[in-house]
């Protein structure tokens, strides 16, 4: 938060500088003996620092213009920023406040420095009256808070998840917790909580579950498929919101696809995919939660986004699923998803035909439409035999010259699908060293969206959603 002048000055200094230095660092390739996704991150960093310290500028010359009538605060504990908000507001330097209290101007400043850590009670009632304010904040007993999120994790949203993803500074405390994320759980899922930590309604907002198209496995835990859901299409609402103009169509075809995403240089990776996806106006939206959930595509105001959310870090696993949703985008690239029959975390829909052209479309893509005769090979190779049936994917990987990880996730796939053999762990096992797919995912995004757009609750909710962190 800038305070004063001063630091006004030396923020607008700090955007130069790190503005001018991130166009320098663009204009350059990426070091040598530099991880490129490393380099990213880097860029990454600065221009986040550029959007808050602007953000602060903004917030600040607002409240110079002293047009703003009420500044919000959820805690006793904020009420310091608010006294500072309410000075500049007020157009008061430091001198013009100390006169109104009697104290010398360097207190004021050492006060507000501090954050009014030791002005005492006495003197903060004497700077809300010179300020002519009033402080609204009720006294209530946290008893409501523990049943509460009893009764959030009941519908799918359990206490780590709100103290991660829903509020951005940590709170020990449970009723304080509640509190700093009440805002949040109101526009996500219409839940809303009363000053004293209950929860007041009873109807939950979970409809997005219902008309989504899903990537879901088969163990997931339908409750907190249900919340999550309703968290990410929040999520993807927010992005839509800032996307300009409609999403292109996607090909159905796995020929034109294969041939749309490939690289000038013939490679298929993510980030061609990804970036791709983004020229088309189909925003891609990477989450790394744990929950059982591994993607999901809407439409939106004519706009695809599409939620990836894989706990496995390799490439191949990323673009068999984002290829897969775009199978979905490209279905619904002229109307927006109808609601369909049945709970979208059910099996009816993980089963679903839809569910497994877009496999075989992913497949297909991948595997220059040879899929499906490539996993017929490896099992004819293993003698029908499971536990040689690694040697064989490697085998046929090497002889045909394609990706194993991808050749082994669609394997893994077609034994789910045809056989119900759960043959993930081995898939996974084959997975080539190919960069972790999230951090590619989160520079993509923060590279195309602009959160400048939102509203301050919905950035944070976004910013926090990208942020990864330990659940």
């Keep these: 938060m800038i305070k004063n002048e001063r630091q006004f000055g030396i923020t607008q200094n700090q955007i130069r500088g790190f503005g001018e230095a991130l166009t320098a660092a663009r204009a350059k390739d990426v070091p040598e003996g530099t991880d490129p996704v490393i380099w990213q991150a880097y860029l990454d960093g600065m221009e986040s620092q550029i959007e808050t310290m602007t953000h602060e500028v903004e917030e600040y010359l607002l409240l110079k213009q002293g047009n703003i009538d009420q500044i919000e605060i959820d805690s006793f504990g904020e009420l310091p920023a608010g006294l500072i908000k309410a000075r500049i507001a007020r157009g008061l330097t430091h001198k013009q406040l100390a006169d109104l209290i009697s104290v010398k101007p360097q207190q004021i400043q050492r006060w507000e420095d501090t954050d009014y850590e030791k002005a005492g009670f006495s003197n903060l009632l004497k700077i809300a009256e010179a300020l002519r304010i009033d402080v609204h904040e009720s006294i209530t007993l946290r008893r409501n808070a523990e049943s509460s999120f009893e009764r959030l994790s009941e519908y799918g949203i359990d206490l780590k998840f709100i103290a991660k993803r829903l509020v951005p500074s940590e ?44 990537k879901l496995p088969k163990d997931a835990n339908p409750k907190r498929v249900r919340a999550y859901t ?56 990477p989450l790394s939660d744990t929950l059982r959930f591994h993607g999901c595509c809407w439409r939106i105001n004519n706009t695809n986004v599409i939620v990836l959310k894989q706990s496995v870090r390799e490439q191949s696993r990323w673009l068999f699923d984002v290829l897969h949703e775009l199978y979905h985008a490209g279905e619904e690239a002229e109307h927006s998803f109808s609601s369909v029959a049945g709970d979208g975390v059910g099996a009816d829909r993980r089963e679903s035909d839809d569910e497994h052209a877009a496999n075989e479309f992913a497949g297909n893509v991948l595997l220059s439409g040879k899929a499906y005769q490539l996993y017929e090979e490896c099992v004819t190779q293993a003698g029908g035999q499971i536990p040689r049936l690694k040697k064989s994917v490697q085998y046929v990987a090497a002889k045909h010259q394609v990706d194993i990880g991808v050749l082994a996730n669609y394997v893994a796939y077609k034994l789910k699908a045809e056989r119900d053999i759960d043959w993930w762990g081995a898939a996974t096992n084959l997975q080539p060293d190919s960069g972790d797919a999230f951090s590619v995912a989160s520079s993509i995004f923060h590279e195309r969206f602009n959160s400048s757009k939102l509203s301050t609750d919905d950035r944070i909710i976004v910013e926090l959603a990208i942020k990864e962190v330990k659940l």
């Design 171 to 214: 709170v020990s405390d449970p009723h304080q917790l509640l509190m700093a994320s009440a805002r949040s759980l109101k526009r996500i899922w219409g839940i809303l909580i009363g000053s004293d930590g209950k929860v007041e309604n009873e109807g939950f907002n979970w409809s997005a579950a219902a008309f989504a198209r899903y």
């Design 230 to 285: 309703q968290y990410a299409f929040h999520i993807a609402q927010c992005v839509a919101s800032t996307t300009a103009g409609e999403s292109l169509p996607v090909p159905r075809d796995w020929r034109e696809a294969h041939e749309l995403f490939h690289e000038p240089s013939g490679q298929l990776t993510l980030a061609s995919v990804l970036n791709k996806s983004w020229d088309l106006g189909i925003a891609v939206i």
